[in-house]
Each structure stands twice: as structure tokens, then as C-alpha cells.
């Protein structure tokens, strides 16, 4: 794969959007977990090949607002990339959560949006910008955990 042109800031980027959220994590019965579980979702996501390969390149850009996490990808990384990649993210999750009592385990869900998407910086704050990152932010609260948009889980 040819590295593609580095993200430049208030210019719209043709991307992936990957938004990952921790279901439940706003309204967890135990609020002891929460750090157990941002760093269960924070070690799946590093441990996977294409996460890496895009820091190295400068291809990414990451935005973590809360318990959901985007991730805005350049497209030249491939559908079947991003697509490893969430098969990454789930088995490692699966693997983390080994010997975590089953109210305890990190779930998450999440979407993979394709378009536009502007690299912002606001107070000192990056963030990503535009459509696709507000239809996640819809999209995502009506999903269960381990669900797509399309119903599969």
C-alpha cells in the first residue's frame, strides 16, 4: 500500500470513521470498572495491526469524547483493512475480558462510516468534524452492545 497524504488540519478528508463506543459506560452499576474498562477497549484498539501502521503513517486521526472513540482513517487503507481491524478490536476485547465476571466485561458497539471528515483543533482540543461524526454520535445510542447499524451483533 502506497502511504497516503497526511491529515491537514480545517481540510475535509475523504476517511473511514470508525466510532467505537463502551456500552453502558455512562450508567455502569459499578463505577469502580470504568478505568478497567477504558483500558480493556484502549488495549484492543492498540493491539491491532492497522492502528499501528496508521500512527506510524500519520493516516489516522483519533477523537475521544467521553466513552466513544473515532477513529478517521484515510481511505487508501482499504475496506478489508478497517474491516480486520474491527475483527481485531472484538477478539481482542474477547480475549481481555477472560476471567472478568460476566457484569464486568467491556462491551462495546460501534459503525464505520465512509466520507468526508475535517481535522480541527479548537482551544488547544483536536477533534474531528462534520457529518460523519455527528451521525455517529446519533446513531450509536440506539445500538445494544456488540451491534451494528444494521441490526448485526
Known amino acids: 500500500m502506497a502511504v497516503p497524504v497526511r491529515w491537514e488540519k480545517n481540510t475535509e478528508t475523504y476517511a473511514f470513521l470508525v466510532a467505537l463506543d463502551i456500552s453502558g459506560f455512562s450508567r455502569d452499576l459499578h463505577p469502580d470498572q470504568l478505568l478497567a474498562h477504558r483500558h480493556r477497549f484502549f488495549e484492543a484498539i492498540a493491539e491491532t495491526r492497522l492502528f499501528a501502521a496508521a500512527q506510524a503513517r500519520q493516516t489516522v486521526q483519533v477523537h475521544f469524547l467521553g ?16 474491516r480486520n481491524f474491527i ?11 477472560n476471567g472478568v465476571p460476566e457484569g464486568y466485561r467491556t462491551r462495546i458497539k460501534g459503525m464505520v462510516l465512509e466520507g468526508n471528515v ?10 474531528l468534524d462534520g457529518e460523519l ?21
Open 87 to 97: 475483527d481485531e478490536v472484538f477478539s481482542s476485547l474477547e480475549r481481555l475480558n
Open 118 to 127: 475535517t481535522w480541527r483543533a479548537w482551544h488547544g482540543c483536536e477533534y
Open 133 to 153: 461524526p455527528c451521525k455517529s454520535q446519533r446513531w450509536l445510542k440506539d445500538l445494544r452492545p456488540n451491534q451494528g447499524p444494521d441490526g448485526v451483533g
Open 67 to 82: 466513552d466513544e472513540l473515532r477513529l478517521a482513517l484515510h481511505v487508501a487503507h482499504g475496506t478489508r483493512q478497517v
